[in-house]
């Protein structure tokens, strides 16, 4: 990145990010198109996740995530995998499955079917031996409502039993989770949450540009986001460095103010 506009614009965190990581959401790209997003995304991308399902169908999967690695990107599969294995008793299977990939992070979630809070922390105690957890919280189904209190003690004990991150679940509509149906923030939830559990320690599913602008205008330009789609990686970027309409004045300095138009 250019620094001409430094100190002017805010200095972000460099890889390997604890904060200001970018969660990228593949679901299919094919081997040209992994390529071509490495081309230009890899310094602004510290994770793919293969949405859902998508690797097992995905032809040249394993091809596919050499190229992310070789990039500097770490892979994982989408928690729903992880559940369609568990629901059916083939969890060591899922262990082989993502061995086979040779991907070294995976997402443990609960968002599509049951798991006792107490089982999927000894999972993430489990695999947090080897490979780098991120654990989700949230379900994936509209109207089904969880207390603040509840999002709370879920994220400090997924953080206690070894996961990396804390995903607060949005899915790929955004309508879900911290947000309304309406796709705006859910404010009295997060700020429940942060007023406990320190915000570079969560990973905020924002798929929608308006959210993206949402969380750095409130927390500055190395918030963790996730769920962002390939071809907004960059454009996130420009909104994290005041580069964009949407975030222009955020961190503009004082002294340039006097030229906002009113």
């Known amino acids: ?36 997003f490495v081309s230009v995304c890899a310094d602004l991308t510290d994770f793919v996740k293969l949405g859902f399902g998508t690797s097992y169908v995905t032809p040249g999967v394993k091809e596919k995530v050499r190229i992310y690695q070789n990039a500097g990107i770490k892979v ?12 059916r008793g ?15 992070s995976v997402e443990i ?16 105690q489990d695999l947090s031996r080897n490979y780098t ?8 189904e509209a109207g089904i409502l969880i207390a603040p ?3 709370i003690e879920m994220m400090k004990t997924e953080l206690e039993a070894g996961a990396f991150k804390v995903i607060a679940e949005a899915r790929e ?21 942060l007023a406990v559990i320190e915000s570079n320690q969560i990973l905020w599913e924002a798929p929608l540009k308006s959210q993206q602008a949402w969380f750095i205008q409130h927390f500055g330009a190395n918030v963790n986001l996730g769920n962002i789609a390939p071809n907004d990686i960059i454009p996130l970027e ?25």
């Open 90 to 104: 083939k969890y060591d299977d899922y262990r082989r499955y993502i061995d086979n990939l040779g991907i070294d």
């Open 238 to 262: 420009t909104l994290r460095l005041g580069l964009r309409g949407d975030t222009f004045f955020r961190f503009l300095p004082e002294e340039f103010k006097k030229f906002k138009l009113e």
């Open 149 to 151: 209190g509840r999002w």
């Open 133 to 140: 957890v991120l654990s989700e919280v949230g379900a994936k």
């Open 76 to 87: 994982y599969v989408g928690g729903t995998l992880f559940e369609a294995f568990l629901i």
């Open 109 to 124: 979630s609960d968002g599509s079917m049951v798991i006792e809070h107490h089982k999927k922390c000894e999972y993430i």
């Open 1 to 36: 990145m250019d620094k001409n506009l430094l100190p002017l614009i805010p200095e972000r965190s460099q890889k390997p990010r604890k904060s200001g990581i970018a969660m990228v959401m593949d679901k299919g790209l094919s081997l040209r198109e992994a390529e071509d």
């Open 173 to 193: 509509s955004g309508t879900v989770g911290i947000y309304r149906p309406s796709g705006k923030a859910h404010t009295v939830l997060i700020n429940k949450i």
